[in-house]
T-cell receptor, first 110, second 114 residues
Framework: DAKTTQPNSMESNEEEPVHLPCNHS???????IHWYRQLPSQGPEYVIH???SNVNNRMASLAIAEDRKSSTLILHRATLRDAAVYYC???????????FGKGTRLHILP | DTGVSQNPRHKITKRGQNVTFRCDPI?????LYWYRQTLGQGPEFLTY????????KSRLLSDRFSAERPKGSFSTLEIQRTEQGDSAMYLC????????????FGPGTRLTVL
């Protein structure tokens, strides 16, 4: 399975944008980039995914580098409820399971 | 629909006992997944079903673990002869094949083996 590299932890101030980086230099052409997050004492929650183009939804934006070797999850205006572990995941188009890494623990400062 | 539910939410057992967990997926989701998560780690894939068929099992799933989905709806995960190393959060997720990119997770069952 292709691997991703994320910082162990990050801090951000409430109501400011947050940029969560992810490196995936061994990504293959059929790997989708997925982001999930896990709030305290809850199961993981889908955030967003993309292949080549940048993606936006109501939760976040995903910016994908032109060479696809890195991506950034953008939370436009962080709230205290966004404090969670964020997982960047590569999933081949034919693969059903999710291989999680350790993710980035995001702390939001009031 | 209220999402994926798991029961019990917490289970404490003594080493050597058998335990069984239940997962009720989102209705009409034909895929169901089991993961295990230990403290400080991301979830690890254990196994998954499409309808009632178990399509893949991880090497992590020892012969003490068995999962079933007899009617293609709810699923059970049984651990026989529990060991202290089995202590973890057991997570269930479901997805609809047509939208299999997105898995919806339940709140998990936390197992503590004494």
């Amino acid at each position: 399975d292709a691997k991703t590299t994320q910082p162990n932890s990050m801090e951000s101030n409430e109501e400011e944008p947050v940029h969560l980086p992810c490196n995936h230099s061994t990504i293959s052409g059929t790997d989708y980039i997925h982001w999930y997050r896990q709030l305290p004492s809850q199961g993981p929650e889908y955030v967003i995914h993309g292949l080549t183009s940048n993606v936006n939804n109501r939760m976040a934006s995903l910016a994908i580098a032109e060479d696809r070797k890195s991506s950034t999850l953008i939370l436009h205006r962080a709230t205290l409820r966004d404090a969670a572990v964020y997982y960047c995941i590569l999933r081949d188009v034919g693969d059903d399971k999710i291989i999680f890494g350790k993710g980035t623990r995001l702390h939001i400062l009031p | 629909d209220t999402g994926v539910s798991q029961n019990p939410r917490h289970k404490i057992t003594k080493r050597g006992q058998n335990v069984t967990f239940r997962c009720d997926p989102i209705s009409e989701h034909n895929r169901l997944y089991w993961y295990r998560q230990t403290l400080g780690q991301g979830p690890e894939f254990l196994t998954y079903f499409q309808n009632e068929a178990q399509l893949e099992k991880s090497r992590l799933l020892s012969d003490r673990f068995s999962a079933e989905r007899p009617k293609g709806s709810f699923s059970t995960l049984e651990i026989q002869r529990t060991e202290q190393g089995d202590s973890a959060m057991y997570l269930c997720a479901s997805s609809f094949e047509g939208q299999r990119d997105t898995q919806y997770f339940g709140p998990g069952t936390r197992l503590t083996v004494l």
